[in-house]
């Protein structure tokens, strides 16, 4: 027989048997609050490019902001549809959930990014530098510091505008890391908002080494920790065979059906399952600021720009907290015994141990930073609860506690004196008498971080600590309630610095802020005692919300 007639006989054969590959089949309009603000950050990158100079500025903040509220309308579009509840599915395939806690924390992400955003774009604070409004980022972010390139640019008034569709990047990986479904989403998800901001965190223009130092730092430890959770999905992979939430739950409780004879070796072994799962924890404990993975926080915080500080604490935690409850409550609910020891030991040293350092510091930022190291280690006391309740008191925490973190930052970057923004604590003493209206904000966020009745921080607390006590982790209650009583000490301290210390003669002033960064204090103001007096009816939303689709 000729080679010919083989090879048509061949490809006969083939097309009978081989099925035409299936169109992919998405729901963009589930998905929309993603692609929103994917495109406009597409779009953003378009205007950097080709927009004139002196126009970037107000198209990117306008760009930002709409499709940021837009994204946010889309959300809440899709909870009157009861995507939150009835209608709760899994979209694009399988890779993305569409439910209640996924679209609660994508408006909690989207809200705060709205505000942050605000303080991105103030250009009041610092003084004109060669006739030309600045604001807290670099003239040129390519530019060396202290380079004849970066002298030329500050003389010529640039500014970098790029910032903004970095952060809508950002948020857009945060908008999916939370909803991600199987394994791999997860994972692109980390990278495409941890990228933005390792590029946002080195773009202070003004003490750019450090601004630089704090993103290496960031980079460094951020890729190790995406190498620990990237291991962590291929072990997890040999354990179940799939990288699917439901695949994997399926493996676990052992209700697994049609075995791939090419997975049968491994599947089903515990050991695979355990240092995989604990690797891709690792990943998330990290992101999320909890000790022992906690140590590029007080850094990066110190030495980003303030505003990009104060987006990333906030959303960036809602986002991997949100991811990190998927995964426990979705995947592994039936090894609770396994993970909820680990975790009991993790949340004791992230309370204790943010609580106790705060109390040596001197800078403000670093204060703030361990701070939020002592809150993730409260909100994982809610995370441990393993109950319903549980779900809707980390939702409802979160939601207080990123907006009480956003304004705590924007009133950071009013205090200034020659060299910018004056962070050490000696040179806020007698800030009251200078400025009450500033302190005394200030002082609303420090009660509601040390948990004060009638802020939301106390809400949130209550709300955690009672789930844990209800969950039978009581004795991680009494521990966080010492932490929280530690952690009110510096809060305290800082408040009676401002308010009852003479102010120095050669003391910073209080700038005066554009409407911009005065609305973000004011929605933080008003979220913080709103949540702290009212907090039922957000509480009920939390708890609609609470329920994750299998």
Known sequence: MSATAVHSLWTTAAAGTIDKIPAPTIEYAQLSPTLIVLGAALVGVLVEAFAPRRSRYHAQLFLSVVALAAAFAAVVVLANGHYGTTKAHIAAMGAVAVDGPALFLQGTILLASIVAVFTFAERRLDPEAHGNRVDSFAAQGASVPGSDSEKA?????????????????????????????DLLTLFVALEVFSLPLYLLCALARRKRLMSQEAAVKYFLLGAFSSAFLLFGIALVYGYAGSVSYARIAAVVDGSVQNIDPALAGTMGNDALLIIGGSMILMGLLFKVGAVPFHMWTPDVYQGAPTPVTGFMAAATKVAAFGALLRLLYVVVPGLSWDWRPVMWGIAIVTMLGGAIVAITQTDIKRLLAYSSIAHAGFILAGVIAASPQGISSVLFYLAAYSFVTIGAFAVVTLVRDAGGEATHLSKWAGLGRR????????????????????????????????????????????????????????????????????????????????????????????????????????????????????
């Open 435 to 550: 400025s009450p209206l500033v302190a005394a904000v200030f002082g609303v966020f420090l009660l509601a971080f040390a948990g004060i009745p009638l802020t939301s921080g106390f809400s949130g607390k209550f709300a955690v600590f009672k789930a844990a006590a209800d969950g039978g982790a009581g004795a991680l209650v009494v521990v966080g309630v010492i932490s929280s009583a530690i952690a009110a000490f510096f809060y305290i301290r800082v408040i009676v610095l401002m308010f009852f210390s003479e102010p120095k003669a050669d003391g910073p002033t209080v700038a005066v802020a554009s409407p911009l960064t005065m609305t973000t204090i004011a929605v933080g103001v008003a979220v913080t005692l709103v949540l702290g007096v009212f907090p039922q009816y957000f509480l009920n939303l939390a708890g609609q919300a609470g329920i994750f689709v299998r």
């Open 153 to 181: 640019a500050v003389k010529a008034g640039f500014t970098t505008t790029e910032v903004f569709p970095l952060a809508l990047f950002a948020v857009a990986g945060m908008l999916v890391f939370p909803s991600a479904n």
